[in-house]
C-alpha cells in the first residue's frame, strides 16, 4: 500500500493511500493518541455513508470517542461553526493529550485543522480525507482556515497533520461532480508533472470509469508525491508552493464572477488551467506546439463541466484582486511545456484578457 512521508523541518508524518487502511490507520492512531481519547468530526453526509463503520472501528480497538458532525458544504467553514466546533471541545474538557479526527473532504479538513490549531494553541489531529480534491490537495501540506465574509481562507493557520488516510473505497459513494472536481487538481499536477502523468490521466478519462479504485489509488499517490515534495521545499509558500497554484488565479476568478456555489471549485481550475495554457503560449510562442497536448486534453474536460455564463470583462475585473498578488503585478504560474512551469508577471493586460476571452469562448462552445 503506498505510503508517502512528508518531510518538513518538524519532523515528518505518513499520508496512507489505499482501499485497505483500516489497520495502517489503527497503528498510527495508537501511537498519536496514546491516551485513546478522540474527538472524531465527520462530515455530515460522508457520516451518514461511511461514519458508524468507523466509529464501530474505533470503538472496537478501546478508543473513547466524542462524535460531532459538520453539516456538510462550504457555509460550514464559518466563525459561526468554529464557534460550536470550540464550545463542543471546551464543555467536553479537551486536553492536550486528547486527539482530533478529522473525517470529510476539504471543508472539514481545513475547519478542524484550524480548529486544532487555534484550541489549547494546539491539537494534535489526523485526517481521514474522504474527496479525491481533498485526498490530492486540500488534506496536504497544513493549510487549515476558514472563510471570512471578505473572502475565502482568510482567516487560518498553517497546522500539520499527524497522518493523512486516503482511503479509495470512500470515492465509491463520491458524487461524480465531486470526482470530476477532484480531477481538475489532479489534471493540474499532469501539467506541473509533465507528459508521462498527462498520459496516465488522459487514458484514466478515456475508460470513462471515473470510479476505477486500481487507477484512483495511482493518480493518487503520484499527485501527493508531488505536493509533499513542493510542501517539504517549501512549508510557508514563500516560493516554489506558489507553482501549485497553476490555474488557481484564472480559477478563483472565474468562481468569484459566478458567485460561489455554482461551479465547484475543482470544476472552475479546469477552465483556469486552460486560460493558463493559452496564456502561456500567447506569452511564448514557440511553447504552442510542446502544450498543444496538454490544452487538447483540458478543452476535452470541459466538456465534463456543467455550463453557466460567465462574463469576461467581469472575471478580468476579478482577478485584480487576487489575494497572490505581488505588489500591483498580477503573478501567473505559466508553463513552457508540461512539467517546466514558471512564475510570470507584468504581463501586458491585452495578453491575460484575450486569454480569458478565448478560454470562456472554448467553455460556452463545450460545456454542457
Ligand atoms: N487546505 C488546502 O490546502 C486546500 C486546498 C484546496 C482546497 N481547499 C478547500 O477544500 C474545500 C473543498 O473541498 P472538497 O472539494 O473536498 O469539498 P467538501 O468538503 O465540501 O466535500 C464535497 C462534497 O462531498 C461530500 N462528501 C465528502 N466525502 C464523501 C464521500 N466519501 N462520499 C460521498 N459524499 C462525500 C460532502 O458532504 C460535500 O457535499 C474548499 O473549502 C477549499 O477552499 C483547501
Known amino acids: 500500500m503506498p505510503q508517502i512521508n512528508l518531510k518538513l523541518k518538524a519532523g515528518s508524518y505518513p499520508v496512507i ?29 460522508f457520516y451518514v455513508l461511511h461514519g458508524k463503520k468507523i466509529e464501530s472501528l474505533l470503538k472496537r480497538n478501546k478508543f473513547i470517542i466524542k462524535s460531532f458532525l459538520i453539516p456538510s458544504g462550504e457555509k460550514s467553514k464559518s466563525a459561526s461553526t468554529l464557534k460550536s466546533i470550540y464550545n463542543f471541545l471546551l464543555h467536553n474538557k479537551i486536553s492536550r493529550d486528547d486527539f482530533i479526527l478529522a473525517c470529510g473532504g476539504g471543508v472539514t479538513t481545513d475547519l478542524i485543522g484550524y480548529a486544532a490549531a487555534s484550541t489549547l494553541r494546539g491539537i494534535p489531529w489526523g485526517a481521514v480525507s474522504t474527496t479525491l480534491l481533498g485526498m490530492v490537495d486540500a488534506a496536504i501540506g497544513g493549510k487549515t482556515g476558514i472563510n471570512h ?66 487507477v484512483l489509488e495511482k493518480l493518487i499517490t503520484v499527485s501527493v508525491r508531488y505536493k509533499a515534495l513542493i510542501v517539504s521545499e517549501d512549508e510557508r509558500e514563500k516560493n516554489i508552493r506558489m507553482l501549485l497554484n497553476l490555474g488557481h488565479t484564472f480559477g478563483h476568478a472565474i468562481e468569484k464572477t459566478l458567485g460561489y456555489g455554482k461551479l465547484l471549485h475543482g470544476e472552475a481550475i479546469i477552465i483556469g488551467l486552460l486560460a493558463a495554457v493559452i496564456l502561456s503560449r500567447k506569452v511564448n510562442k514557440t511553447a504552442a506546439k510542446a502544450l498543444a497536448g496538454y490544452e487538447s486534453l483540458l478543452k476535452k474536460c470541459l466538456r465534463l463541466l456543467p455550463y453557466f455564463l460567465i462574463k469576461p470583462a467581469e472575471t478580468v475585473k476579478n482577478m485584480q484582486i487576487d489575494k497572490k498578488r505581488s505588489g500591483q503585478k498580477l503573478r501567473f504560474v505559466l508553463l513552457k511545456s508540461p512539467g517546466k512551469p514558471f512564475i510570470a508577471s507584468g504581463l501586458k493586460p491585452k495578453l491575460i484578457i484575450d486569454s480569458v476571452k478565448e478560454c470562456l469562448a472554448l467553455y460556452k462552445a463545450e460545456g454542457r
Open 17 to 45: 493511500i489505499g482501499s485497505r487502511t483500516d489497520s495502517k490507520f489503527l497503528s498510527l492512531l495508537k501511537t498519536k493518541a496514546q491516551n485513546k481519547q478522540l474527538f472524531v468530526f465527520f462530515d455530515t453526509r
Open 149 to 214: 465574509a471578505s473572502g475565502k481562507n482568510l482567516i487560518g493557520a498553517f497546522w500539520q497533520p499527524s497522518f493523512v488516510i486516503c482511503n479509495t473505497q470512500h470515492l465509491q459513494t463520491l458524487p461524480e461532480r465531486e470526482m470530476i472536481a477532484g480531477l481538475g487538481e489532479v489534471i493540474k499536477y499532469g501539467g506541473l508533472i509533465g507528459h508521462k502523468f498527462m498520459d496516465e490521466i488522459e487514458r484514466f478519462l478515456k475508460t470513462g470509469d471515473l470510479y476505477n479504485s486500481r
